[in-house]
T-cell receptor
Framework: SQQGEEDPQALSIQEGENATMNCSYK?????LQWYRQNSGRGLVHLIL?????REKHSGRLRVTLDTSKKSSSLLITASRAADTASYFC????????????FGKGTTLSVSS | EAEVAQSPRYKITEKSQAVAFWCDPI?????LYWYRQILGQGPELLVQ????????DSQLPKDRFSAERLKGVDSTLKIQPAELGDSAMYLC??????????????FGPGTRLTVL
């Protein structure tokens, strides 16, 4: 079963525009992470935000977390063609281990 | 920068054959995960190791899948016999140590399995 659900499923923008992706989850979490996956490749960790944090920045990335609404957003500012990829949010796995539960992802296409 | 290594990158096999995937985590990472990713979906956990011990294999189809990490370093995931529905990307990830909460995980490039 999947904990996180990203929205939208697909997003197409022009270079220089901002891209916003949203993630909703179902149960309490310790932290939420965002990963990027280029076509047919492994996942790259982007940012981790803890449950007691509300906003976090890393370069052109801004992540917010609203635990009352069980939602998070990822903002990529000034998008580049190289940002074209799938973006996944991932949350804790509330069972035996510490594996991540991923959503289905948002596919971002940035055209030049 | 240290990376998680996986091999092979691509594997094509026929139904009912045996396949094996190998993963070498980042040096010093005690926790190792195997995930399976079906096209268009997010990765889903198959098995988690802490050193050489299995922490969670509740979602591993044990009738055909097996995983080991004998010396607590590299790991092998095996499928025998392979079925058509096993076609997917198999991802290995590692993190420093299970401290009771989820931490940053570093992923390898994956093995793309196609079962004919």
């Amino acid at each position: 079963s999947q904990q996180g659900e990203e929205d939208p499923q697909a997003l197409s923008i022009q270079e220089g525009e901002n891209a916003t992706m949203n993630c909703s989850y179902k149960t309490s979490i310790n932290n939420l992470q965002w990963y990027r996956q280029n076509s047919g490749r492994g996942l790259v960790h982007l940012i981790l935000i803890r449950s007691n944090e509300r906003e976090k920045h890393s370069g052109r990335l801004r992540v917010t977390l609203d635990t009352s609404k069980k939602s998070s957003s990822l903002l990529i500012t000034a998008s580049r063609a190289a940002d074209t990829a799938s973006y996944f949010c991932a949350t804790d796995f509330n069972q035996a281990g510490t594996a991540l539960i991923f959503g289905k992802g948002t596919t971002l296409s940035v055209s030049s | 920068e240290a990376e998680v290594a996986q091999s092979p990158r691509y594997k094509i096999t026929e139904k009912s054959q045996a396949v094996a995937f190998w993963c070498d985590p980042i040096s010093g990472h005690a926790t190792l995960y195997w995930y399976r990713q079906i096209l268009g979906q997010g990765p889903e956990l198959l098995v988690q190791f802490q050193d050489e011990s299995v922490v969670d294999d509740s979602q591993l189809p044990k009738d055909r899948f097996s995983a080991e990490r004998l010396k607590g370093v590299d790991s092998t995931l095996k499928i025998q016999p392979a079925e058509l529905g096993d076609s997917a990307m198999y991802l290995c990830a590692s993190s420093l140590r299970d401290r009771g909460f989820t931490d940053t995980q570093y992923f390898g490039p994956g093995t793309r399995l196609t079962v004919l």
